[in-house]
């Protein structure tokens, strides 16, 4: 099984990705001394593979377990878990780098880099147990972006602990 230690994401990407870390490792735990957790991630269109099911295991180091109960609400912390989840993601098996916050409006989340090339990525985190329909929603999402971007997809399910990210061409009939 592959493993990936969750607070890589702060060295491997140039925008501040360490801060995702006690987010995602509240939502990762499912008790207060546990420091890892594995994840069914589905990878589809990564690296010329049609659909590829692997597990990664997570990994923390104990100081990242957050202390005292983040504040914040319960949605906002689901969405950067999911950021950290994601920026362990796109590392491990697509070697995206992120390299800027999109501006309101972009629909997506942020610019990655592959190499030389710059792609979206459209992040989405849930507790729900459903990762297909938001999966479609998010990439209908991405599709529809005023940039004519290709693009990446990740959603993570925290209570069932699957992720799945995705390639996506840029559809030029989305509104």
């Not at 420091?35 to 589905?42: D, Y």
């Not at 202390?67 to 362990?88: F, N, S």
Request: aromatic share 10%.
């Amino acid at each position: 099984m592959e493993s990936f230690r969750l607070e890589l994401i702060g060295e491997l990407h140039p925008l501040a990705a360490h801060l995702f870390v006690p987010f995602a490792v509240a939502r990762l735990q499912e008790r207060p001394e546990d420091t890892e957790t594995v994840l069914a991630v589905e990878l589809r269109d990564i690296r010329e593979e049609k659909t590829v099911k692997r597990q990664l295991r997570l990994v923390w180091k104990t100081e990242s377990i957050p202390r005292r109960p983040l504040a914040i609400q319960d949605h906002p912390l689901t969405e950067w878990a999911a950021l950290g989840v994601a920026c362990a993601v796109i590392w491990h098996f697509a070697g995206l780098r992120l390299q800027a916050v999109a501006a309101a409006g972009d629909r997506f989340d942020y610019w990655v880099r592959q190499e030389t090339q710059e792609f979206a990525l459209e992040i989405s985190g849930t507790i729900a147990t459903d990762l297909e329909s938001r999966h479609r929603e998010k990439i209908q999402q991405l599709r529809a972006n005023p940039y004519g971007a290709d693009g990446y997809v990740v959603v993570v399910g925290f209570t069932t602990r699957r992720v799945i990210f995705s390639f996506h061409r840029f559809d030029e009939s989305a509104p």
